[in-house]
């Protein structure tokens, strides 16, 4: 994701909020992978893609919703949904996006990022994408706790960010750094 990373990290300097669709999950023949990424910028423009094309115009209307509203979304894409055939989801494979704001708060998580791709390091971006377990995709979420859409970037031995608890920080962070060390990337529960 660098061309989306870098117009991500220029707008975020420059305090300009984006919508930013990640894959965070996929199945059978689903068309990118987790960590494809799609930011839709507040002019409309858009960067990067989540499925080569045939989810994206659903995802940027959902993006400028999330963009002008600020509630984070976790979607879902798949072959035996209705909504997947109107979109043009016809691969067969299945997709969770998750949609976010960033805007100018998130600068020092971004420049953690950015440093560490300069330095040539790995990092870990973890994002609370489902508050409650028992929230279906697509479901307005609850969140009684305040997490969704809450992240940790891992760099360099480095955490910038808060799940929202420190029991919750470290477990995640954990399993983030086992994740990294490994190349993969993952949901975690």
């Known amino acids: 994701m660098p061309d989306v990373f870098d117009d991500l990290h220029r707008r975020c300097r420059a ?3 984006v919508a930013l669709a ?3 999950a996929t199945w059978r023949s689903a068309p990118q992978p987790p960590g494809a990424a799609m930011l839709v910028a507040a002019d409309g423009t858009v960067t990067g893609s989540v499925s080569g094309g045939c989810v994206e115009a659903d995802l ?3 993006a400028r919703h999330v963009l002008a509203t600020g509630v984070p979304e976790l979607v879902h894409y798949g072959v035996s949904d209705d909504e997947a055939y109107a979109v043009g989801l016809t691969c ?3 997709l969770d996006v998750f949609v976010e704001r960033v805007d100018g708060d998130a600068r020092a998580q971004v420049d953690a990022v950015a440093a560490a791709r300069r330095a040539g ?5 973890v994002t609370c994408v489902a508050a409650d377990a028992g929230d279906p995709p697509g479901a307005a979420p609850t969140d009684p706790a305040g997490r969704l ?3 940790l970037v891992l760099t360099g031995g480095q ?3 808060s799940l929202g608890d420190d029991r919750l920080d470290d477990a995640a962070t954990d399993d983030a750094l086992g994740l990294l ?3 993969h990337s993952g949901v975690l529960r």
């Open 92 to 94: 067969g494979g299945m």
């Open 60 to 62: 940027y209307e959902r």
């Open 159 to 161: 955490v910038t960010g």
């Open 15 to 17: 305090r300009e909020p």
């Open 121 to 125: 390091e790995p990092a870990a971006v």
């Open 181 to 183: 060390a490994a190349g």
């Open 149 to 151: 859409g809450r992240r």
């Open 22 to 24: 990640t894959v965070v």
